[in-house]
């Protein structure tokens, strides 16, 4: 959603005079200083990218997250060739990867895979792969890229101890764990936003109540209550179950901060002069609350929720990889990186990191454009 | 000035540019100004915020902080025997130490904010002393008490172990003022000291001051908007205008015979007792243009009654020097204009 | 200074009781008591317990009454006779399993605690005092990356490049020929070279943190008007800096004590899961997986105690250190 923000803002044309800035609506403001911030810029790209690839798992995975080569178990990334020149004709044009030779070593019965020039695996834009349903909706048969031959192998990052490919396994990954990221927070959100506003509208004892218990839960530390609450899970549920209630569990324990956060913004909006001001110059309450506190609000907002979605990431990721959040079938970021627990399969694995790069990527992303975001929501600071 | 000064100058600005890095580009918050202080006088520095007379003041003991720069001039001292330009020193110079605190103690507009909040004011105080003046632990605490006996704080041997946020605004600027006197100095510089204070503390607090001043023989720099105190207190004015010093002259001529049209404007937009009952107050039309985007010209000329199509918005103006030595930037005292107009 | 303290103490008690009441309902979470796990545990064994045994069993361990009874006596067990229920895993109380472990957890911890604040507090000072130099750009960007990574990916990328230049990984916190050897030189040297691992992957993100926090602090200190007024009075810069903001700046350091604790506990899970180190972190992993609710529960009941206690001594330490907390004066 931040990225939305960001890019719906056709006003980005450019020209910053000083003239303008007197006139500009608190939007361009929020708009023209986030600009400035270069990371936040960048990382908002990176999130956007990443939305799209979200929205079309089945088309940039090259595969089925189902899909698994027992051939194939912890084969090494290929490299995405566009000429050949060890094929029957020589020099050759054609975008292709070599396909692999494998070797057993006799004692430790451990296969090692290489890259064999001479076999050559044919990989093409929009080919057909296996079918899918687009939004469960509209069925299609057409990956990015994969194969000319669905039988054949193009692991670009490699396989999985279990021969699936980590590339299509990570598109999926990243739409569970992102997504457990930003519906936790949003959830978090709607929990904070109800609380707290019951909290303003009734003041009083009500809030005093309220704010003690957040006090209280604020005391208990978040993490071991994160991994008691997911282990008490039954174990026979359902994946999709599961993502919900881990996703709550993860809300449950963030929700407190948010909400302190949101009332104190609240408050502290209510007493700054531009409110009084606005009140004096005798615009309604309502327009004060729309026009005046509102847009200078939600920026403000849009910077914590946005800051707050990496530790609920960082917190799925680990409550995977220790077993206790997520499980397979379903894939997560730490789900995947499980795989890579053991070091006996790290040593000669290293690809098996690659989904925690990403972790780290998109984590930077979201404090980045929280940070831009958090700068720019006082436009007039500077 | 309207009568030679007897007074010595004691410390002479000459030139002095001040600018910020910004991200919009640089603002030259003080552009060339020229100010003297003579010994035992008071020189009040009047102007809007935001025309420069702040950081004018924190240059003299070079307290601009970055991105804020000292880009030229030259501020010469002449209390030593020796006269020195305090621009030229190292960080580290003796001298620049001494002059901090010692020769010249400064008091600031946020009282209860320029104290540390964490440690007592009198810890305070004694820290000043023994740096200045060397002494030990225990003279310098007796020293303290004096001083703020001095400065009028009831009840000194109990204050001296409060901590700022115990004591009233006006009570810590008191203290300031206590540690600004520590070691004696020559000249005192006052950064709008009474701004953030109530109406009776202010009068009481430049109450204060005047007599101190008397006492201690010092010059005071009283940097302030309010010509109400500048009326009370200068021997001598200057009014700045977006980082320049537009008009320079005795309290006398000032209040007598403003020729700066700025001067004048300002001045009429005082309420005088009896005079205005009943009638709008003048203000200057505008505001104060941001200093990013200086006006072309003359930078007082889009908001001036008077201004002269063809040169206030194209020429700086001149510095004409009247006789007796008080100047105005402005052309309406330019030979040339004088000579258009006969 | 009384009023404070005795503000944080009705505030500790009602925090601990909070806690206590958040572990007996996840203990209780998992369908089943204890009996019922017991009773299923002997039937795989095949002998069966008659209704009478589980009856006399469930009394015994005071399961009988409603849930509120039950959180009654579990609560004065643990408070009379620090009783904190039965493992079911390892067929123990629950305090001699978590008693053995406790020692070298807090070590670790505490030990990581110093170390962290070692590094932090300089690096942070350097970074805000010289601020947009090459070296403050290198920490912030360290900083950064350190808190975007889960420590048990750091812990991952150490064990990598471990196994690939020295073909091992140094796991437990001694090796085999000085676990049982009596203390000299040598078995300490050995038990620096096992702890720094653990120690570098439990301390990064709170070293991060730290220094985050150090240096945004320092940076908003070295912007106020006492910093300025202290200059003009002819204090010297080495002196402003280490009397004035350092001080204050000191004060949000302390206060970390608070979220630090724990966060140090959490490392401890992932590396002692990894390194096989003789902590809490494991046992409670463990734990946690098997649905041994009690020997969970209790973990977290323990760690969010040292937890109050961190937050209770940084607490005192913020009011020592700062006359206006101590004085009850908020600004």
């Not at chain 1, 972790?359 to 992303?365: C, D, F």
């Amino acid at each position: 959603m931040t990225v939305k923000e960001t890019e719906a803002s056709p006003e980005s044309a450019g020209a910053e005079g000083n003239g303008r800035r007197a006139t500009a609506s608190q939007r361009q403001l929020v708009w023209w200083s986030f600009k400035k911030h270069r990371l936040a810029l960048v990382s908002a790209w990176v999130l956007g990218f990443m939305l799209v690839v979200i929205a079309f798992c089945e088309f940039f995975a090259p595969f089925d997250d189902r899909h698994r080569d027992s051939e194939y178990t912890t084969a090494p990334p290929q490299v995405l060739k566009l000429w050949d020149t060890d094929g029957p004709d020589g020099f050759q044009w054609g975008l292709h990867v070599d396909g692999y030779t494998s070797e057993q070593d006799p004692r430790s019965l451990r296969i090692t895979y290489e890259a064999n020039p001479e076999d050559r695996v044919d990989v093409g834009f929009f080919v057909k792969g296996e079918e899918y349903e687009l939004f469960g909706l509209i069925p299609w048969d057409r990956h990015l890229i994969g194969p000319e031959d669905p039988e054949d192998p193009m692991y670009l990052l490699g396989t999985t101890t279990d021969g699936q490919d980590l590339l299509s396994q990570l598109v999926y990954a990243t739409r569970v764990s992102a997504s457990v990221g930003v519906i936790g927070v949003l959830l978090a959100f709607a929990l904070g936003i109800v609380l707290g506003a019951i909290s303003g509208y009734f003041g009083g004892w009500i809030d005093n109540v309220i704010q003690r218990v957040i006090e209280l839960f604020m005391a208990v530390p978040s993490i071991p209550l994160w991994l008691g609450l997911a282990a008490a899970l039954p174990a026979d549920m359902s994946p999709v179950t599961r993502y919900f209630i881990i996703t709550t569990i993860l809300a449950l324990v963030a929700w407190t901060g948010l909400a302190r956060e949101v009332r104190g913004r609240f408050l502290a909006l209510r007493g700054e002069e531009f409110v009084t001001s606005a009140l004096l110059d005798g615009s309604s309450r309502r327009r004060v609350m729309f026009r005046h506190m509102l847009p200078s609000f939600s920026s403000h907002i849009i910077a914590a929720l946005s800051l707050s979605i990496p530790s609920m990431i960082l917190a799925e990721t680990a409550l995977s990889w220790l077993g206790l959040g997520l499980r397979p079938p379903a894939v997560s970021w730490g789900v995947q990186l499980q795989d890579a627990s053991k070091w006996s399969v790290l040593s000669g694995a290293p690809w098996l990191l690659i989904p925690g790069l990403v972790v780290v990527i998109v984590v930077l992303a979201f404090n980045f454009v929280g940070d831009g975001m958090r700068d720019a929501a006082d436009p007039y600071k500077h | 000035m309207s009568e030679p000064h007897s007074a010595q100058p004691l410390l002479e600005i000459s030139g002095l540019k001040t600018g910020f890095d910004t991200y919009d580009g640089k603002v030259p918050a003080v552009d060339g100004v020229d100010l003297t202080v003579h010994a035992g006088k008071t020189l009040c520095v009047v102007g809007e915020s935001g025309c420069g007379k702040s950081v004018t003041a924190r240059s003299i003991l070079r307290l601009v902080d970055a991105p804020g720069r000292i880009e030229g001039g030259t501020i010469t001292w002449h209390g030593d025997d020796e006269p020195f330009d305090v621009l030229s020193l190292n960080h580290d110079d003796k001298r620049l130490q001494r002059l901090r605190g010692g020769d010249i103690g400064m008091i600031f507009q946020e009282p209860v904010a320029s104290l540390l909040p964490l440690r007592t004011v009198g810890a305070q105080l004694v820290e000043v002393i023994r740096i200045h003046t060397g002494m030990d632990k225990q003279a310098a605490r007796k020293r303290a008490i004096e001083l703020l006996d001095e400065v009028g704080i009831p009840k000194p041997e109990e204050r001296v172990d409060a901590y700022p946020f115990q004591l009233s605004g006006g009570m810590c600027q008191r203290v300031m003022i206590a540690i600004a006197l520590c070691a004696n100095p020559s000249l005192l510089i006052a950064d709008e000291p009474t701004t953030a204070l109530d109406v009776t503390t202010q009068a009481r607090i430049l109450d204060l001051i005047r007599r101190l001043q008397a006492e201690h023989h010092m010059a005071v720099m009283f940097i302030t908007h309010d010509l109400g105190v500048v009326a009370e207190l200068a021997d001598e004015v200057a009014v700045m205008y977006l980082g320049k010093v537009v008009e320079r002259a005795g309290v006398e001529e000032i209040f007598a015979d403003p020729k700066h049209p700025y001067t004048r404007q300002l001045l009429e937009s005082v309420p005088v007792l009896g005079r205005d009952r009943g009638r709008d107050l003048p203000t200057i039309p505008g505001t104060v243009p941001n200093p990013l985007h200086r006006p072309k010209g003359c930078s007082f000329h889009p908001r001036c009654s008077e201004a002269i199509a063809g040169r206030c918005d194209i020429d700086e103006p001149p510095e004409v020097v009247f006789d007796g030595g008080r100047t105005a930037q402005c052309v309406l005292y330019d030979d040339q204009t004088e000579g258009d107009r006969a | 200074m009384l009023k404070y303290l005795g503000r944080r103490a009705i505030y500790i008690a009602a925090t601990l009781l909070a806690i206590s009441l958040v572990v007996f309902v996840i203990i209780n979470l998992p369908p089943g008591d204890y009996v019922t796990a017991l009773r299923a545990r002997y039937a795989v064994q095949g002998q069966g317990l008659t209704d009478a045994d589980v009856e006399a069993l469930r009394v015994r361990y005071g399961l009988d009454g409603n849930l509120l009874q039950q959180y009654w006596n579990w609560l004065t067990q643990i408070v009379l006779h620090g009783d904190l229920g039965m493992s079911f895993e390892h067929q123990k109380p629950v305090s001699e399993v978590i008693g053995a472990r406790l020692g070298a957890t807090l070590g670790i911890s505490i030990g990581t605690l110093l170390v962290t604040w070692a590094l932090a507090f300089p690096i942070g000072v350097y970074s805000a005092v010289k601020q947009h130099s090459i070296g403050d750009y290198t920490v912030t960007t360290i900083g950064f990356l350190g808190l975007a990574t889960p420590n048990f990916l750091i812990a991952l990328i150490f064990i990598y490049f471990s196994v690939t230049w020295f073909g091992s990984v140094p796991s437990g916190l001694c090796s085999p020929e000085w676990c049982d050897a009596s203390w000299n030189l040598g078995k300490l040297l050995d038990l620096i070279g096992h702890l720094w691992i653990p120690m570098i992957v439990i301390g990064t993100a709170g070293v991060a943190g730290l220094v985050r926090v150090i240096r945004n602090n320092l940076l908003d200190e070295l912007q106020r008007p006492y910093v300025t007024a202290a200059r003009a009075r002819g204090v010297p810069e080495g002196r402003l800096l280490r009397r004035y903001p350092l001080r204050v700046a000191l004060n949000p350091f302390v206060s970390t004590i608070g979220w630090i604790l724990p966060l140090l506990l959490v490392g401890d899970i992932v590396v002692g899961q990894i390194l096989g180190l003789p902590t809490l972190g494991p046992i409670m992993l463990g734990a946690l997986k098997a649905q041994d609710m009690y020997l969970a529960g209790s973990i977290i009941m323990v760690l969010s105690v040292v937890t109050v206690i961190g937050t209770l001594i940084s607490d005192l330490l913020l009011g020592w250190l700062d006359p206006r907390i101590r004085l009850g004066h908020q600004r």
